[in-house]
Nanobody, 123 residues
Framework: QVQLVESGGGLVQAGGSLRLSCAVS????????MGWYRQAPGKQRESVAA?????????NYADSVKGRFTISRDNRKSTVYLQMNSLKPEDTAVYFC???????????????WGQGTQVTVSS
C-alpha cells in the first residue's frame, strides 16, 4: 500500500518562508513524477510545481510561484520538497502532494495524493 505523508505547513507572515516535505512509503513501486497542488477556499485545486523522478528531474512551475518556490527531490528517501520563499497572502491554501507511481500490485501507473497540509500567510 503506497502512502504519501506531508509535513511542513503552518502560519507565516508575508515575506516569510516555509518548506514542505512529502515522503512516499510502501513497497514494490517506482515513482515517475511528483508535484504539489494547492486549493484555496472557494477555488479549484491548481498545480503549483512538479518534478520528474525517472527522467532527469525536470521541473515546471505555475507562473504565480516562479522565482519564489523551488521543488526538489531526494530519490534515496523517496521524498520531494517544496521550498516556498517570499510568501504572499494569496499563497494561503491547503497544499497537496501528488505522485504518479507504478506498483507491481496495480500493474500500471496511477496518481496518489497526500492528505494535505495547511499553509497560511498573514499580511
Amino acid at each position: 500500500q503506497v502512502q504519501l505523508v506531508e509535513s511542513g505547513g503552518g502560519l507565516v507572515q508575508a515575506g516569510g518562508s516555509l518548506r514542505l516535505s512529502c515522503a512516499v512509503s510502501g513497497s514494490a513501486f517506482r515513482i515517475n513524477a511528483m508535484g504539489w497542488y494547492r486549493q484555496a477556499p472557494g477555488k479549484q485545486r491548481e498545480s503549483v510545481a512538479a518534478i520528474t523522478i525517472t527522467s532527469g528531474g525536470s521541473t515546471n512551475y505555475a507562473d504565480s510561484v516562479k522565482g519564489r518556490f523551488t521543488i526538489s527531490r531526494d530519490n534515496r528517501k523517496s521524498t520531494v520538497y517544496l521550498q516556498m520563499n517570499s510568501l504572499k497572502p494569496e499563497d494561503t491554501a491547503v497544499y497537496f502532494c501528488n505522485a504518479n507511481i507504478y506498483t507491481i500490485q496495480s500493474g500500471g501507473d496511477r496518481d496518489y495524493w497526500g492528505q494535505g497540509t495547511q499553509v497560511t500567510v498573514s499580511s
